[in-house]
């Protein structure tokens, strides 16, 4: 008898988020995200700390010092981790660019450019790599520029229509927007129980692929940052779904049926209409938009403050490393 999370991957291209080898070996995904916090989570195991030294040795001749030097081996870091999952997952591998950049097109841009630069020197094809990046206004500019020179973009923390629409006119390989911080948001300000088909992460994601299926948009959907497997079954049939390790296993110990609840024929008569994207009314749109204002600032200062973390770790790593004579 097939698994549930079998089933699944028959309608739903299923992507692990994880930075976790051996997850990613147990559950065999299509492709895997990863991003600072996950990053983060694995340097704190002593498993993963060779994909650091390896960094490290990476840059040693350089010739950069300080910060520089720091920025570089994390570049280093970030590709590692990409390398170590594409040699276990068939498809692609999403790597964030640091959200202290997500309100700088100009170098946005260029850190894409730098990333995509070392996977490439280390042969890997730059179509199995998704840049991450920040759906705000800047962030969906930079995205833009980088799908117009081939360099594919995940757009993340992406919490309502307007970011969707303003992602997909600029071409964006792909959106992710966060199920559960949606859920979390309306959990804390309302009094409201509300069950997987009416969870407002899930109506929301089935409202952009709706819109997308509808008016010929070809950027992917990837439903992501899941609470609960409900949320994830109501998905069913979405372009993409990432799910955490722990959901995956739950997937994985089930044997329920998987119907489809997304399907782009049902787009063709829903009644939406096109939205305005504009940069005016992109930011009005936004800015009247609570949840998604209020959970696109924190999912940036929280990505934000773990790359900090990170160059901690960085930092205190290559303290010990002995000086050359």
Not at 38 to 57: G, R, S, T
Not at 66 to 82: C, N, T
Not at 84 to 107: H, N, Q
Not at 224 to 241: K, M, T, W
Request: glycine share 6%.
């Amino acid at each position: 008898m097939s698994t549930t999370l079998e089933a699944l991957k028959k309608i739903t291209t299923v992507v692990a988020d994880t930075g976790d080898f051996a997850t990613l070996e147990a559950y065999a995904p299509q492709d895997a995200t990863t991003n600072p916090s996950l990053i983060l989570k694995a340097l704190q195991q002593a498993a993963y700390l060779p994909v650091l030294d390896d960094a490290i040795e990476a840059t040693k001749d350089s010739g950069q010092s300080g910060e520089a030097l720091v920025d570089l081996v994390i570049d280093h870091l970030l590709v590692g981790f990409g390398q170590k999952i594409l040699e276990i997952v068939p498809g692609r591998v999403s790597t964030e660019v640091d959200a202290c950049l997500s309100f700088d097109t100009e170098a946005t841009v260029t850190k894409a450019r730098e990333l995509i630069a070392l996977y490439e020197a280390a042969g890997i094809n730059r179509e199995r790599i998704l840049i991450k990046i920040a759906s705000t206004w800047e962030g969906i500019r930079a995205c833009e520029i980088l799908q117009k020179e081939g360099i594919r973009c995940n757009m993340t923390l992406l919490f309502s229509l307007a970011q969707a629409v303003a992602c997909a006119e600029a071409d964006a390989q792909l959106i992710s927007p966060f199920v559960g911080r949606i859920l979390d948001w309306y959990k804390a300000n309302t009094d409201i129980a509300y069950s997987a088909e009416t969870d407002p992460g899930v109506v929301s994601v089935g409202e952009i692929y709706t819109y997308y299926k509808k008016f010929g948009h070809n950027t992917e959907v990837m439903g992501a940052s899941f609470r609960n497997i409900g949320e994830i079954l109501e998905l069913a049939g979405c372009d993409l779904l990432t799910i955490s390790p722990a959901l995956l296993e739950e997937l994985q110990g089930m044997t329920d049926e998987v119907p489809r609840k997304l399907n782009p024929e049902n787009a063709t008569d829903a009644a939406i209409e096109k939205l305005d994207v504009s940069e005016k009314s992109f930011r009005w749109l936004l800015n009247e938009d609570a949840m998604a204002t209020e959970k696109l600032s924190q999912g940036i200062r929280v990505f934000g403050q773990d790359m900090l973390k990170v160059r901690d770790i960085v930092r205190k790593q290559l303290a010990q490393v002995p000086v050359s004579a």
